[in-house]
């Protein structure tokens, strides 16, 4: 078994309310970032785990999401290996 970090992007969906982005976008907008057309808000975490490569890590993250980090109805999530520890023995 090797060690992965894999990072998991969780972000609204298109055309979906996105309350807090469109609050810091007005900031943004206030303190004279005019330039600024859109602001959306999501989130991003980072899971350590051990896995025998790259494919069940991504697995493993994919099913976290599907189960529990992820509203399937709202929200899109994306799953990446950090390469900085890919099979890095633990």
Known sequence: M???RIEIRVKPRPGLLDPEGKAIHRA???LGWDGVDDV???KAIYVD?????TDEALE???AMCRKI???P???DFSV???PELEGAEA
């Open 2 to 4: 090797s060690h992965f």
């Open 28 to 30: 943004l907008r206030s």
């Open 40 to 42: 959306r808000v999501g």
């Open 49 to 53: 785990l051990e896995a025998t490569d």
């Open 60 to 62: 493993t993250g994919e």
């Open 69 to 71: 980090l992820a509203n």
């Open 73 to 75: 109805v709202t929200e």
């Open 80 to 82: 990446s290996v950090v």
